[in-house]
């Protein structure tokens, strides 16, 4: 069998075979080595099981070499002795390569960054090597990314990804069933095309079976929960209904149960924007609410009518990723329902509009915090929010355009930023060249260590370095893991510490802006996206922005309202909509308990009390009353109590109900305990 090794700096360089046979087994031996730091390096089996794809890839580029899974007699003329791989592709662009039938097919970027997909017989591409000649099988298209590919007996899937002005993406089947050569001369506008809602994210399924007839894949959005899709390859469809179909009618689909009533009640929008850059460069950005977010409801107590709510807004913006919206009960479900809206800035540096990931790069990279700036800008002028509303959050490289827009602007543009496993220190984590990424990342953020106009271009924008000693800064979050293999934890470290300390020397009240600093020992670098804590993150801006309590269900306001309207349309009685709060209700506990991590923020137990001594409201709990215990027991009393209301019983907490005629025993004893009465 084959294997990876990787090197001190935890990076693949080599390949490994290891022949497994009866008794003492033979030495490993090395088949491939790739000593650039700048690559990493896999191996896996072809789809069919044919061929050995042994891959250097790097952010840009890469390269493949091949080797025969068994050594057929068809074979054994074309490779040279000892079980050395021929490299088919050459480090020019990034390939990434298949085989079908006596012919590779290739995915590469010789022609642009969209991509293209070309193919050649084994044997000439084995023959010739990194020169041989592909055939276009698929061209490069100006308005269309190829995201990812897939293959099958008979039939190539193409997950395509439309530039319009509300993103697309399609599954395109090419039937190669008669031969590569005829599905290159068949038009493209023949493919079976499969659509999906605009803004949805399509994620493919496992399908690891050549010979399978069906395919599973799966969509949503920020707004729509997971859709697990299956689709018979051996379909009738023609192009021609797939094209006017509902995509209910292409694909067999089955919805997840993490929609309520109350979901279909107050349906969301999801729409893309557009924000004017600081230099006339149209920057998108994506929007998602519950549609009555701002229409003032006749029971609601709000003081002005239509007023600005609280927004969250992502960022990311580098080596051309586009963030994944994909549906999430926290952070995004629990804010959409709480009118809450959501933000998506698809700054430059990203992959969302075409060569937008060159204009965020390098030399230019300072345009995706000006960027993001813009659209914070937009999302107040647009009434959406306000800065005091507003909370922006960002993972590893999307936390550099926050923190440099904190250092330009302060407390601004937003009242607090969550700042995920943050890539913080860049010209130090650059300029080391002992640690994992900084290498083969220099494509993106440059080499400091070795030119110094890239050192004086980091040094200008820099988070660590730009610490900006006249402006305060917001709350914030921030996050790491010790164990952090991609950005070291020390970054966060380094951070917090500089922060505290301007913030020591401006004397800014540590309560109006808290700084939170959460590190894990372990959980590596996508440790902060798991729904525990997302719910300390949603605590943390609860008690920061006065705002409801995640133990709440939801607005009072807005439950009445919809009760209100449900009985008297005659949908349901009054009974049926207490089953429906009741179900609702458990349903958000069994998912998100919220409530426990509310009242447990063991991060900072003194946070509440002297929150409540600084800024006095109608309960100011006393030393006996802040007690962790003590409260969690009293609101535990309550729910219970609220329970045994909703069952129709007036009976208390503990008691075994409300008694229902005389007890004669209890009356004989009270009479004989009385005194003689004096005559």
Not at 211 to 239: A, H, R
Not at 309 to 328: A, D, N, R, T
Not at 464 to 492: E, F, K, Q
């Amino acid at each position: 069998f084959f294997f990876t090794e990787a090197n001190a700096l935890n990076r693949p360089n080599r390949v490994i075979m290891q022949e497994i046979r009866p008794g003492i087994l033979p030495p490993p031996v090395e088949i491939y080595r790739d000593d650039d730091e700048q690559f990493f390096v896999d191996v896996r089996k072809s789809k069919d099981n044919q061929f050995l794809m042994i891959t250097s890839d790097s952010k840009l580029m890469g390269s493949v070499a091949v080797l025969p899974a068994s050594y057929p007699k068809s074979m054994r003329g074309l490779f040279p002795p000892g079980c050395k791989p021929i490299e088919i592709c050459g480090k020019e662009s990034w390939s990434w390569v298949e085989h079908y039938n006596g012919h590779f097919i290739r995915v590469t970027g010789d022609k642009g960054s969209n991509y293209r997909i070309v193919y050649c017989r084994v044997e000439v591409a084995l023959r010739e090597g990194d020169k041989a000649e592909w055939k276009e099988l698929v061209p490069i298209r100006e308005d269309v990314q190829i995201a990812d590919v897939d293959l099958f007996k008979g039939k190539l899937l193409i997950y395509e990804t439309h530039f319009k002005f509300e993103r697309v993406n399609h599954i395109r089947v090419v039937d190669v069933e008669k031969g590569l050569d005829h599905a290159a001369s068949t038009p493209r506008e023949k493919d079976i095309v499969l659509h999906f809602p605009p803004l949805a994210t399509v994620t493919p399924g496992l399908n690891k079976n050549f010979d399978q007839k069906e395919i599973s894949f799966m969509y949503s959005s920020l707004i729509q929960p997971v859709k697990d899709c299956i689709f018979n390859l051996n379909s009738k469809l023609t192009p021609e209904q797939c094209k006017v179909a509902a995509s209910q009618a292409l694909y067999t689909q089955r919805q997840s149960e993490q929609f309520t009533p109350w979901d279909y009640m107050w349906p969301y929008s999801m729409y893309r924007d557009v924000v004017v850059g600081h230099d006339g460069e149209q920057i998108p950005i994506t929007i998602a609410q519950r549609r009555d977010a701002f229409v003032q409801e006749m029971t609601d107590f709000e003081p002005v009518p239509n007023n600005p709510k609280p927004c969250l807004i992502y960022v990311y913006g580098s080596y051309g990723e586009v963030p994944q919206m994909h549906f999430q009960l926290a952070p995004f479900m629990w804010m959409l329902r709480r009118r809450w809206t959501i933000a998506f800035a698809h700054v430059r540096g990203g992959g969302e509009k075409p060569e937008w990931a060159e204009k965020g790069r390098g030399a230019k990279k300072i345009n995706t915090t000006l960027d993001f700036i813009s659209c914070c800008e937009h999302l107040v002028k647009a009434g959406f929010t306000t800065a005091d509303q507003m909370v922006a959050i960002g993972t590893s490289a999307g936390c550099v355009p926050i923190a440099a827009a904190m250092n330009m602007r302060g407390n601004t543009l937003f009242r607090a930023a969550l700042l995920r496993s943050p890539f913080l220190d860049i010209t130090n984590t650059m300029s080391d060249p002992e640690l994992p990424l900084s290498i083969s990342e220099r494509e993106d953020w440059g080499d400091p260590l070795h030119k110094k106009d890239d050192l004086e271009r980091l040094l200008r924008y820099d988070p660590y370095h730009n610490i900006n000693p006249r402006v305060t800064y917001p709350a914030m979050v921030v996050s790491s893991c010790l164990d952090d293999d991609r950005v070291p934890g020390w970054n966060a470290l380094k951070y917090v510490a500089k922060i505290r300390q301007q913030r020591a020397q401006k004397g800014v009240d540590p309560l109006e802006n808290p700084i939170l600093l959460r590190v894990r020992s372990e959980g590596g670098h996508y440790k902060w996206g798991e729904m525990d804590e997302s719910c300390e993150e949603l605590c943390f801006l609860a008690n920061l922005m006065d705002l409801e309590g995640p133990g709440k269900v939801l607005n009072d306001m807005d439950m009445m309202t919809h009760m209100s309207n449900l009985t008297s349309a005659g949908i349901m009685d009054h009974q049926e909509a207490e089953q429906v709060f009741l179900k609702w209700e458990n349903w958000e506990k069994e998912r998100i308990d919220f409530h426990s991590k509310l009242f447990k923020m063991d991060f900072e137990p003194n946070f509440r009390k002297l929150k409540a001594e600084k800024e006095p409201f109608f309960w100011v709990p006393n030393e006996k009353e802040i007690d962790q215990a003590q409260v969690d027991e009293i609101l535990e009393k309550k729910e219970r109590e609220m329970m045994q209301r909703s069952k129709g019983t007036s009976a208390n907490t503990g008691s075994f109900g409300t008694p229902i005629g005389k007890n004669l025993y209890d009356e004989q004893g009270k009479q004989q305990q009385q005194p003689p009465s004096s005559s």
